[in-house]
């Protein structure tokens, strides 16, 4: 009996579960895939391997190759990377494009480099002003024959459509030039008028 009563508790405690439950609750979680970044373009160029504090990574993709090979070419990477860290985060981008356009320009033109594409945009700026100020010096010509052409209109109307209020000395005067007595028409007025100052008394004396 006191073997069956000894048997019986072992083989019903919990202990001897623990083991298989313990097994099964503390199996590790799996192990996510390792996510393959791609070196940016600047390190794949340069043979090097790309960290993950890459200076140059946030402004020289991967799919952008040529813009570090043109300011590469130019610059060198120890000369863009001390630029780089010079500057604060948020001038990088500017100064990244700078760089690019101004060694693309040297490329372009070993001599002048940028400076002759700066002063060709200059030339072509002066060429716009003077044709500019040319343009505005028409335009107020054309407005000038506008109003000089408005003002002849005016009179041309004005003269064909007189005012009937006329003062007496112009009647008098269209009267006398519109009559057929008129010196011109009438020749013997200026006969009559010439023998009345003869019969004018003259002085006694000279």
């Known amino acids: 009996m006191e073997c069956k009563e000894e048997a019986n508790p072992s083989s019903s405690s919990p202990q ?3 083991p298989k439950s313990s097994s099964s609750s503390s199996s590790p979680p799996p192990i996510p895939p390792p996510v393959v970044i791609s070196p940016c373009a600047a390190c794949k160029i340069l043979r090097r391997r790309c960290a993950d504090k890459c200076v140059l990574a946030p402004y020289f993709p991967p799919n952008e190759p040529t813009k570090f090979t043109i300011a590469h070419r130019v610059f060198g990477a120890s000369n863009i990377i001390k630029f780089l860290q010079e500057l604060p985060e948020s001038q990088r981008a500017d100064a990244v494009s700078s760089m690019v356009y101004e060694a693309s320009a040297r490329i372009r033109d070993p001599v ?3 400076a002759g594409a700066i002063c060709q945009l200059q030339k072509q700026v002066n060429e716009l002003q003077a044709q500019l100020a040319k343009a505005q010096v028409e335009v107020v010509n054309m407005q000038l024959q506008q109003a000089n052409l408005v003002a002849l209109l005016c009179m041309e109307v004005a003269e064909s459509h007189p005012s009937p209020q006329q003062t007496p ?4 005067d269209d009267f006398i030039g519109n009559s057929p007595q008129s010196y011109d028409s009438n020749p013997g007025l200026l006969e009559d008028n010439n023998l009345e100052s003869l019969w004018e008394p003259q002085p006694l004396w000279t």
């Open 16 to 18: 001897s579960l623990s």
């Open 112 to 114: 002048y480099g940028c």
């Open 169 to 172: 000395h112009q009647s008098v």
